[in-house]
C-alpha cells in the first residue's frame, strides 16, 4: 500500500469515506490517519472533504448532507459553507478601497446597517425572507425607500463579488423598494448648464436668474 492509498468504506448511495493512508518513512510501515474523509462525485467533478472528526458517524452525516445537496442540484461545499457575512463585507469594501471608489463613505454606511442584522449570519443564512425582514425593520427605524434601496445594492454587490471567487454559489432574491420620495420635475446643476448652452440667447439671462 502505498501513501497515496486508502483505506475506504461504502456507505448506502453514491460516494464513499475513508481514512487516507500513508507510510512510516522510518519504519516502513501503512498507517490511515485518524481523520475520516469523505469523496463523492457531481456534475463530473470528484470531490475530497475532510470531516474533520475521528469519528466515522460525522463522515456518514458529511457524506449523506453532500448527497442530499446533489439531488437538489447543488454542493455547496466547505468553503461556500465557512463564508460569512463579514467575508463578503470585506471584499466589498476592498473592492471600493482598490478601484477608489468616491461612494466609499456611503458603502460603509450601509454596511453599518447591514451588519447590524445579518452581522453573526453566514453567507448561505441570508436568504431572501431574511433580507425582506431587513428591510421591513429599517422601515420601522423610518429610514426612506431610497436608503433601504441603497443598503440592498450593497448586499447584492457583496454576493456577487464572491459569487465570482466561489465564495458563494448564488445570490439571494432581493427585491428593491418602491421609492415614493424620488423628486420630480427638477434639473440637476450639470443638466441645466448642459440645457442652457442651448438656449436661444435672449432667454439665458432669465434662465439663469432662476438657479
Same mark, same amino acid.
Request: hydrophobic letters at 30%; proline letters at 4%; charged letters at 30%.
Given at each position: 500500500?502505498?501513501?497515496?492509498?486508502?483505506?475506504?468504506? =461504502?456507505?448506502?448511495?453514491?460516494?464513499?469515506? /475513508?481514512? &487516507?493512508a500513508y507510510r512510516n518513512r522510518k519504519t516502513g510501515e501503512s498507517?490511515?490517519?485518524?481523520?475520516?474523509?469523505?469523496? /463523492?462525485? #457531481? !456534475? +463530473?467533478?470528484? /470531490?475530497?472533504?475532510?470531516?474533520?472528526?475521528?469519528?466515522?458517524?460525522?463522515?456518514?452525516?458529511?457524506? !449523506? =448532507?453532500?448527497?442530499?445537496?446533489?439531488? =437538489? +442540484?447543488?454542493?455547496? +461545499? &466547505?468553503?461556500?459553507?465557512?463564508?460569512? #457575512?463579514e467575508d463578503l463585507v470585506r471584499m466589498l469594501l476592498d473592492d471600493y478601497r482598490a478601484n477608489g471608489r468616491r461612494s466609499l463613505d456611503r458603502v460603509e454606511d450601509a454596511v453599518e446597517h447591514l451588519r447590524g442584522f445579518f452581522g453573526d449570519a453566514r453567507a448561505i443564512e441570508v436568504t431572501g425572507d431574511r433580507i425582506t425582514a431587513y428591510a421591513a425593520a429599517r422601515q420601522r427605524e423610518k429610514a426612506a425607500n431610497a436608503t433601504i434601496n441603497r443598503e440592498l445594492a450593497a448586499l447584492k454587490r457583496m454576493f456577487r463579488l464572491g459569487e465570482k471567487v466561489g465564495k458563494v454559489d448564488r445570490r439571494p432574491p432581493m427585491a428593491m423598494l418602491a421609492e415614493h420620495n424620488v423628486r420630480t420635475g427638477f434639473f440637476e446643476l450639470h443638466q441645466f448648464h448642459a440645457v442652457l448652452r442651448h438656449l436661444p440667447e435672449q432667454l439665458k439671462p432669465v434662465s439663469r436668474s432662476r438657479t
Open positions: 500500500m502505498t501513501s497515496s492509498e486508502k483505506r475506504t468504506t =461504502r456507505p448506502r448511495g453514491l460516494g464513499s469515506i /475513508y481514512q &487516507p498507517r490511515s490517519v485518524a481523520v475520516w474523509w469523505v469523496q /463523492y462525485s #457531481f !456534475r +463530473g467533478r470528484v /470531490y475530497r472533504e475532510s470531516s474533520n472528526s475521528t469519528n466515522r458517524t460525522d463522515a456518514v452525516k458529511l457524506l !449523506r =448532507r453532500r448527497l442530499a445537496e446533489m439531488g =437538489r +442540484g447543488r454542493v455547496l +461545499g &466547505p468553503d461556500i459553507e465557512r463564508t460569512t #457575512f
